[in-house]
């Protein structure tokens, strides 16, 4: 909310992509053209620097987790801060879906991250700013589906 | 969940080396998802170049894709495939095969399965992907299923990615779920919602209300999520829902004060996200209008006051509260209570805040200039700060208090930092505000061409061309004092001579061509103190540099042209011109012979280059007139009158179709020749004349003059029309613009500005410096009030006031609408490009075009073109009387006497008083025609007047009951004409006319297609004792439909310019009608036409054919001859006027 997010990316310290998310259409190679510059600027930051960046015409929001980067592009009369807040929504959000999250859990299990991040932010925008609420539809539909399984555990052609 | 991937770790030696594509339907699917991608990530991660990560990738794909298209791949395989192709996808490789098994999966798949196909969906496809459309019946299918898992499943890929055409195949079903039970249904419905206003707003219009509803939802979710919804709509339209804002600081009044759900609580704040989204709302709602922003200010307050927290999410509510406070219509305690905030975040030892301090501040700093001033301290502090983007924020904000006294310091700061930087949005973004405060506050010569070389030097070919235009034309243009110009110029020529000398300096193009330029206007300035062959040989070996370009090679070669013309012969220019002879580049070799032909004849160059000259005025002939007297001459050859290309090619097609019955040849020759000068042959018959020329043995001689005429157009039509046009709107801008800006100026007092040069920064008294620098900067805030602030009323002088200023800025205010509005053929408009300079390839056409001439043929045409004549002398057009004044003399020859308007009906020959027809009061002060009988019988009688109103021709029809008994269900109806066009239908019904009595009725007619003169048949029936038909007749010719249309002499070129079809013709004037100003007269009056202007024998005139095709005429007298020039975007319009002009020509 109160912020457009045209695309959201976590990286890991070593410039490995970890997650991508883009809310704006673009072509493949923009996407990788962006994705380059990005991680190479924000990496070459130091830890002290401010966590907005200018970039080209947007705003970059980044924060580090641990070796995680969280990296959001938002339109420049955005509000920064927030933006801050939502990454660490979601970071909040991750940490309690898979219990004190690490890194290898999100590379292990990232289409279990896009499910969260889809739950939180949709189109750009916050979707759900209650932690209970996401979480809760989340297991839902982790819920119905666990048992089909162990019951139905037959191929379907 | 963590324990999976633990697991995961210890099972991978064993699942290392399993790529085995499709490991079969049945039991080994088992091999969970998470292991199979757990062995791709681990052998990635082991290996060590990005080479074999590619290789093993490629591998791993080619096995996904044989797998994907096995027929027997199980649906619970194709998912684990998917999250494999997802990663592939992440790494940067191409897996386009997949997409459409992820729609497959969508749709076939149970929930686990069909969760990852629609993940799958929504990050390998765009919006705009073709292979959406196959997921629509699977969303549709889906939004009804009963399942909450699945519709949420549609739902959210909906509001993500969604083809527009078939959102119509969802709504319904999407508005059903407003309703539905479930309030995470309806918040993703509302979602869905908002994405379809933002692809397709016209999609939703009719659900608005039911946006209201979501608006008053009772879960807090679904109500935040028609916000997003409500902030778009009030960002495009914030007067529409005022009457909401009320609604909006009651939900925000419950937000603050904590009733909603603590789930929504943010550590401890409440839902901070719905606070911030409400606070936009309110500050788009409030602003500019005191009332509504009335309502908020309680609401403001409060939440200023509760955000007392010290966490980032009280700092960003506080944030958008202060920006909403500052958006607002203003009041004084809150605005205060906004500053004090301002002063936390800008004081703030932590960097996130006091960047956005900064942001804040220079939000503010325009109507509150005493905040910078209370934190000028933390701003130096900031200036030298060693992350870039706190540096970037706080010149942004010292750009906005820049004035005449610290400009040096902070043009500085601004250069230093863009040293630095190497990213080109930042380079061109501060390089175009360095130039924009460098024009205004300048505050001397050399510092502003010093800045300027930095500007180029930097900015490069990066930056606006705009720039390198601006600065150009300043210098040409100069300002009010001549002395000061010149000086402004010679230091310019210095400082570029003194850059070139280095020898292995670099230069962008840009910059080249602006020395280059300066160089060739200006270098006489320094001639007395400098050898012109020193400047011409360092311009010399510019063109020999490899990182040249062609086209800056063009701007050198103009400007040595130009140096060359003031200068006797020189080795330098025998050298250039011997060594490009025979270059490779033909353009280059074009340059060196023209300027061989210069240098033979310098009388002749100097004559086409004078001395600076950049700003005359130049006359053109666009009418070519100088080449009449050739014109007539292959006329009377026998030539056959030119056809513009169009015509020709269209009376070829037309031949092509159908059988020519005409016999060829004969003595078409003559008869075409004496119409040539007589004029007296309609356009059908012109236009006969050439179908047959065409097929005559006059064929070659035809083609020989139309290409010549071509080729003289080529050159002189287009581009070589554009200098001249440029040089003469630029004079007239600055006429007008003289005045105004000579009344700033004159208010404007000098100021010593020398305190602001001395910036030195010495490390050992750092303290002082700050202060010092404070005081350079700052300078001007204290004193002034805050109006010198805005820029607008500033104290100090303004060095480079262009005379041009205001009409520049209204020009540059109607740039974009000429660009929108123009159609394409308006393209080439001279204006649109000279004054907006936006286009850096026309400007630089435009002054090559001076200089570079392909051949000589032409430069004498160019002299002849420079007849030194300005507009303004010769401006007669005032002297014309309107033909508004004297209507009487309209249509004289339509055999319809015409009345003044402003006259009294007078006594029309008519036996019966009563019937007389008279116009109402309204109409009758248009220009209209007397009432003329058209038919009448012993009952009834119809009278006709045309009104000639602006926008369209009026019948008006009197239709007079004679008898003695009333007339009942009179019809007067008009027959189809394939020309004309009656607006309001064909019949008009009379219920009843009483016995002598008199009933009118209007008409108005549009012509549909182009004609002299049509007739326009009708009838008149009644039922007395027998049914009764009268009929009539109506004569309409072309002038019935020709209106004036008033433009400026700049728009007639525009247009002149966009119109293909031209018609040209010479018509012999009677001795009577004398000079060009009584024959044009002749003409305003007879057919309407406007005259836009004349000089000296030539006369601009323009009308339009209703409802709105404008035809231009030129007219230029010579040697007893109207020689008429006619252009139209009409093709048959030209012709057909033409033959009008020609008539009244010859009845006077």
């Known amino acids: 909310m109160s912020v457009h997010m045209q695309f959201m990316l976590l990286f890991s310290r070593q410039g490995k992509l970890r997650l991508q998310k883009w809310y704006v259409p673009l072509s493949d190679k923009e996407k990788k053209k962006i994705t380059r510059e990005l991680v190479q600027t924000v990496l070459a930051r130091k830890p002290k620097m401010c966590s907005f960046l200018e970039w080209r015409d947007l705003k970059i929001v980044y924060k580090r987790y641990a070796s995680l980067y969280f990296c959001c592009a938002i339109e420049d009369q955005d509000n920064e801060l927030i933006t801050l807040e939502i990454i660490h929504r979601y970071v909040e959000l991750l940490d309690k879906y898979f219990g004190s999250v690490c890194e290898l859990d999100i590379i292990f299990n990232f289409e279990k991250a896009y499910f969260i991040l889809d739950e939180f932010l949709l189109g750009g925008e916050v979707q759900e700013t209650s932690k209970k609420n996401v979480l809760k539809a989340i297991e839902q539909a982790d819920l119905l589906q666990e048992p089909r399984h162990e019951y139905f555990n037959v191929p379907v052609y | ?1148």
């Open chain 2, 1 to 1148: 969940m963590s324990d999976v991937v633990e697991r995961t770790l210890s099972a991978l030696p064993g699942l290392l080396g399993q790529h085995e594509p499709g490991a079969g339907p049945g039991g080994p699917g088992r091999a969970s998802a998470t292991s199979r991608l757990g062995g791709l990530i681990r052998s990635i991660t082991a290996l060590s170049s990005k080479h074999e990560e590619e290789k093993l990738i490629q591998q791993e794909l080619t096995n996904l894709k044989a797998t994907v298209s096995a027929p027997a791949t199980t649906l619970r395989l194709m998912k684990e495939c998917m999250v494999r192709l997802i990663y592939c996808e992440m790494l940067g490789y191409e897996s386009s095969f997949g997409y459409i098994h992820a729609i497959k999966l969508a749709q076939q798949g149970n929930l686990l399965e069909k969760r990852v196909g629609y993940l799958a969906v929504s990050l390998f496809l765009h919006e705009n992907h073709e292979l959406l459309l196959l997921l629509v019946n699977t969303v549709v299918k889906d939004l009804q299923s009963t399942n909450l898992v699945e519709v949420c499943m549609a739902l959210t890929v909906v509001s993500q990615i969604f083809p527009r055409e078939m959102i119509p195949a969802v709504l319904p079903l999407i508005e059903d779920k407003l309703q539905h039970s479930k309030e995470i249904i309806r918040r993703k419905a509302v979602q869905a919602l908002y994405k379809f206003y933002l692809i397709a707003p016209n999609q939703v219009q009719h659900i608005h209300d039911k946006f209201r509803k979501a608006l008053c939802d009772r879960d807090v979710g679904v109500m935040a999520a028609s916000l997003h919804i409500y902030l778009q709509m009030i960002k495009e339209n914030s007067s529409g829902y005022k009457d909401l804002t009320e609604s909006f600081v009651t939900i925000l009044k419950q937000v603050v004060g904590g009733k909603l759900p603590i789930d929504f609580n943010y550590h401890s704040v409440p839902a901070p996200w719905l606070q911030i989204q409400l606070l936009r709302i309110l500050g788009l709602l409030g602003k500019d209008d005191p009332r509504t922003s009335e309502l908020m200010y309680d609401v403001l307050d409060e939440s200023l006051r509760r955000a007392e927290i010290n966490h980032n999410i009280t700092y960003a509510i506080l944030f958008e509260c202060v920006q909403t406070i500052y958006t607002i219509h203003p009041k004084p305690d809150l605005l205060e209570k906004a500053a004090k905030c301002i002063g936390k975040f800008v004081l703030s030892p932590k960097i996130n805040l006091k960047y956005l301090g900064l942001k804040a501040l220079t939000y503010v700093i325009q109507q509150d200039p005493n905040l910078a001033l209370q934190h000028q301290m933390t701003i130096i502090e900031c200036l030298d700060h060693p992350d870039p983007i706190i540096k970037r924020e706080t010149l942004e904000l010292l750009y906005r208090i820049t004035n005449g006294q610290n400009v040096t310091v902070i043009v500085q700061k601004m250069l230093d930092y863009l040293k630095q930087s190497k990213e080109e949005y930042t380079i061109i973004n501060l390089v175009s505000k360095i130039a924009e405060l460098a024009e205004k506050y300048a505050p001397a010569n050399e510092w502003f061409i010093q800045t300027m070389n930095a500007v180029f030097s930097i900015g490069g070919d990066v930056m606006h061309p705009d720039i390198p235009n601006n600065f150009l034309r300043l210098l040409a243009e100069g300002f009010d004092d001549e002395k000061e110009d010149e000086q402004l110029r010679l230091y310019a020529v210095q400082s570029y001579l003194g850059l070139l000398e280095e020898e292995d300096a670099i230069y962008p193009q840009k910059f080249l061509q602006v020395m280059s330029w300066v160089l060739g206007e200006y270098s006489y300035l320094i001639n007395h103190e400098g050898d012109p062959e020193v400047i011409m040989t360092r311009l010399h070996k510019l063109l020999k540099k490899t990182f040249v370009t062609s086209e800056t090679k063009a701007w050198i070669m103009a400007a040595i042209t130009k140096i060359a013309s003031l200068n006797r012969g020189s080795k330098t220019i025998d050298k250039l011109i011997q060594e490009f002879s025979t270059s490779l580049d033909t353009c280059m070799r074009q340059y060196a012979f023209e300027l061989k032909h210069l240098c033979e004849d310098k009388d002749l160059m100097k004559n086409l280059l004078p001395r600076d000259a950049s700003c005359n005025d130049m006359v053109v002939d666009a009418s070519l007139s100088f080449l009449d007297g050739f014109v007539a001459e292959g006329l009377s050859r026998g030539a056959a009158p030119y056809k513009p290309h169009h015509q020709r090619q269209e009376e070829k097609l037309s031949q092509e179709k159908a059988l020519n019955f005409e016999p060829y040849g004969l003595s078409l020759s003559s008869s075409m020749s004496s119409s040539g000068f007589t004029g007296r042959q309609s356009p059908t018959g012109l236009s006969l004349g050439s179908d047959m020329s065409g097929n005559s043995t006059e064929m070659g001689q035809k083609e020989m003059s139309s290409l010549k005429l071509d080729g003289v157009k080529k050159l002189w039509g287009k581009d070589g029309y554009l200098p001249k046009k440029e040089s003469k709107t630029g004079k007239e801008d600055k006429l007008e613009a003289v005045p105004p800006g000579s009344t700033l100026g004159g208010n404007m007092v000098d100021h010593p500005l020398s305190e602001a040069d001395q910036e030195v920064v010495s490390p050992s008294e750092e303290e002082k410096e700050k202060q010092r620098l404070a005081s350079t900067l700052f300078v001007g805030l204290a004193s002034d009030s805050a109006v010198s602030l805005m820029g607008k009323a500033d104290t100090t002088t303004q060095k480079f006031k262009r005379k041009s200023k205001i009409s520049e800025t209204q020009n540059s205010e109607e740039a974009p609408s000429i660009q929108h509005d123009a159609t394409l053929s308006f393209r080439p408009l001279p204006e649109a490009q000279s004054n907006d300079n936006e286009n850096i390839q026309s400007t630089e056409h435009v002054r090559l075009r001076k200089s570079s001439l392909s051949s000589s043929e032409v430069l004498e045409a160019s002299i002849s073109f420079k007849r030194p004549q300005s507009l303004t002398e010769a401006r007669l057009d005032a002297k014309l009387p309107d033909y508004r004044l004297s209507p009487s003399s309209l249509f004289a020859d339509n055999n319809i006497e015409v009345f003044q308007p402003s006259q009294v009906i007078p006594s029309v020959v008519a036996s019966k008083a009563s019937l007389i027809p008279s116009l109402s009061e309204e109409l009758a002060n248009n220009p209209h025609s007397e009432a003329v009988e058209l038919c009448s019988c012993d009952t009834l009688a119809v009278n006709l007047c045309k009104v000639w109103t602006d926008d369209c021709l009026l019948l008006v029809l009197f239709v007079a009951n004679r008898s003695s008994s009333a007339l009942k269900n009179v019809n007067l109806v008009f027959e189809n004409s394939e020309h004309f066009k009656i607006v309001e239908g064909l019949s008009y019904h009379f219920p009843v006319i009483k016995a002598q009595s008199l009933e009118s009725c209007q008409k108005s007619v549009q012509m549909e297609k182009n004609c002299m003169q049509e007739i326009l048949v009708g009838s008149l029936n009644y039922h007395l004792e027998m049914e009764t038909g009268l009929e009539f007749s109506v004569t309409l010719s072309l002038t019935d439909f020709i209106r004036p249309m008033k433009i400026t002499t700049e728009d007639f070129g525009k247009l002149w310019l966009s119109f293909s079809n031209d018609v040209k013709q010479n018509v012999k004037m009677s001795p009577s009608q004398g000079s060009l100003s009584i024959a044009l007269n002749t003409l305003q009056q007879k057919l309407k036409l406007h005259v836009v202007d004349i000089v000296g024998n030539e006369g601009l005139v323009a009308c339009q054919l209703l409802p709105s095709v404008p035809c231009l005429l030129h007219c230029r007298t010579h040697a007893g001859m109207l020689a008429l020039w006619l252009r139209s975007p009409c093709s048959a319009l030209p012709d057909s006027l033409l033959y009008q002009c020609q008539k009244v020509m010859e009845e006077t």
